[in-house]
């Protein structure tokens, strides 16, 4: 019926109406087009330049209103967000509270950190003590895994995590599968506390493994 793993894969994340999902999607998409056009002929360019258009307006006249309700609550959430003595746990703006809350936990002792053990203690006292109840109730952790490192393994915690991106991206060079896989684990982390579950762990730890042993296998190859 001429459908894929790659149709099937973006009805999918188009369904979830998850946010991160889609603007990962859409990147993926533009960097899986140009990387196809680019060796393509002239026709086949146009060709596959039509069949995204043609497919990304078939899916915004049937899913359009609801994605579009979804970011559009991102900037309700902005423009009427109350960062202080706010009971939510609506997605959004749970998220920009815990960011906040985070920040500022951040520059009063931003070389040390509080200690992996301290660090959601701390996280939910603060809110506490901003009347942040709701998220304080829900023990939620910072949902940034950059300033969760911040916060609990201080300066040399975050400086880490942004060089094992650096050198994945570095390695990646011009290879736009692995450059794609980096960056969508990096949006990711950008909005979640990745690394404190167990298969986000598990999931990071093999996916640096194979970035830096895919390069040295690479490197190996070329000497031999």
Same mark, same amino acid.
């Given at each position: 019926?001429?459908?894929?793993?790659?149709?099937?894969?973006?009805?999918?994340?188009?369904?979830?109406?998850?946010?991160?999902?889609?603007?990962?999607?859409?990147?993926?998409?533009?960097?899986?087009?140009?990387?196809?056009?680019?060796?393509?002929?002239?026709?086949?360019?146009?060709?596959?330049?039509?069949?995204?258009?043609?497919?990304?307006?078939?899916?915004?006249?049937?899913?359009?209103?609801?994605?579009?309700?979804?970011?559009?609550?991102?900037?309700?959430?902005?423009?009427?967000?109350?960062?202080?003595? +706010?009971?939510? $746990? @609506? !997605?959004?703006?749970?998220?920009?509270?815990?960011? %906040?809350?985070?920040? #500022?936990?951040?520059? =009063?002792?931003?070389?040390?950190?509080?200690?992996?053990?301290?660090?959601?203690?701390?996280?939910?006292?603060?809110?506490?003590?901003?009347?942040?109840?709701?998220?304080?109730?829900?023990?939620?952790?910072?949902?940034?895994?950059?300033?969760?490192?911040?916060?609990?393994?201080?300066?040399?915690?975050?400086?880490?995590?942004?060089?094992?991106?650096?050198?994945?991206?570095?390695?990646?060079? +011009?290879?736009? $599968? @692995? !450059?794609?896989?980096?960056?969508?684990?990096?949006? %990711?982390?950008?909005? #979640?506390?990745?690394? =404190?579950?167990?298969?986000?762990?598990?999931?990071?730890?093999?996916?640096?493994?194979?970035?830096?042993?895919?390069?040295?296998?690479?490197?190996?190859?070329?000497?031999?």
């Amino acid at each position: 019926m001429g459908i894929d793993f790659n149709d099937l894969f973006s009805i999918g994340v188009i369904q979830t109406l998850s946010k991160i999902g889609i603007i990962i999607w859409v990147m993926l998409l533009g960097m899986y087009v140009f990387g196809e056009v680019k060796m393509a002929s002239k026709k086949k360019q146009l060709s596959a330049l039509a069949a995204v258009i043609g497919g990304m307006a078939m899916i915004g006249s049937v899913m359009g209103e609801s994605i579009y309700e979804r970011f559009n609550n991102i900037g309700q959430s902005m423009s009427e967000m109350q960062l202080y003595n +706010n009971s939510t $746990v @609506e !997605s959004n703006a749970a998220r920009l509270i815990m960011w %906040n809350t985070s920040l #500022e936990l951040v520059k =009063e002792n931003w070389f040390w950190g509080y200690g992996t053990g301290d660090a959601d203690l701390v996280l939910k006292t603060r809110n506490v003590a901003l009347g942040n109840a709701g998220v304080a109730e829900e023990g939620l952790n910072s949902h940034n895994q950059f300033l969760t490192s911040w916060l609990q393994l201080g300066c040399v915690g975050i400086m880490i995590l942004i060089f094992l991106f650096i050198q994945a991206w570095r390695r990646s060079g +011009n290879r736009w $599968v @692995e !450059s794609a896989i980096v960056t969508i684990f990096f949006l %990711n982390l950008l909005v #979640e506390s990745f690394l =404190e579950t167990q298969s986000g762990v598990v999931l990071f730890g093999v996916f640096m493994v194979l970035m830096f042993d895919f390069k040295n296998q690479e490197g190996q190859s070329s000497v031999v």
